[in-house]
């Protein structure tokens, strides 16, 4: 890949994996602010405006992370599954796309939290502890990065060096 192509899709890398991190911060703010909020009316608020934030940007963010850290990998001396720290970016980043997929759940909340229906604490607790966790996995893959860790994955039997 050309220089000036490989620093583009490198410059769009690092702005969608760190927009994520911002966007994924954003949840937990707000899914905290729902757990703590004193009217119901407020918690529902916050639970039907979090999709915007998912859709906008959870989404579209770590589709591009995903495709153009591979897209590097791929073009690169790194490869994908050569060296550990990629490999491990690559484990993270489908981690954090399944936690939002299976258990982040803003649209069964406000559903939940409608007419200022409370809702149990700790079903709103779980929900803080989604992005939660998909944000230190999003910490962990920007640390990664910059270390990057000189571990290579060993080769298999008939691996051929290129
Ligand atoms: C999980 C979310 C991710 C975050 C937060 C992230 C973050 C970053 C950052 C900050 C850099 C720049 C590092 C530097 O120049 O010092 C980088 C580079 C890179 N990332 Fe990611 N990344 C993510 C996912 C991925 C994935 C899934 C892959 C591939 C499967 C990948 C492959 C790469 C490669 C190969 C580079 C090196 C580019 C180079 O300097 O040649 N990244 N990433």
Redesign the pocket.
């Given at each position: 890949m050309r220089p000036r192509i490989?620093k583009t899709v490198?410059v769009v890398?690092?702005i969608a994996?760190?927009a994520?991190?911002g966007e994924v911060w954003a949840l937990v703010v707000l899914n905290t602010a729902a757990t703590l909020a004193e009217e119901p009316e407020l918690a529902h608020a916050a639970y039907r405006l979090m999709p915007f934030l998912v859709f906008a940007g959870g989404i579209p963010l770590s589709l591009t992370?995903?495709a153009?850290?591979?897209t590097?990998?791929l073009s690169?001396h790194?490869g994908?599954f050569r060296h550990s720290w990629?490999?491990a970016?690559?484990v993270?980043?489908l981690g954090?796309i399944c936690l939002g997929a299976f258990l982040f759940d803003p649209v069964g909340m406000a559903a939940a939290t409608a007419g200022g229906r409370g809702v149990a604490t700790d079903r709103q607790w779980g929900q803080v502890a989604v992005p939660a966790a998909q944000l230190v996995?999003?910490v962990t893959?920007?640390a990664?990065?910059?270390f990057?860790p000189r571990r290579r994955i060993p080769r298999t039997r008939g691996d051929h060096p290129q």
């Open positions: 490989r490198l890398h690092v994996a760190v994520l991190l992370a995903l153009t850290g591979v590097l990998g690169s790194w994908v990629v490999a970016k690559l993270l980043i954090v996995m999003l893959a920007t990664l990065s910059v990057k």
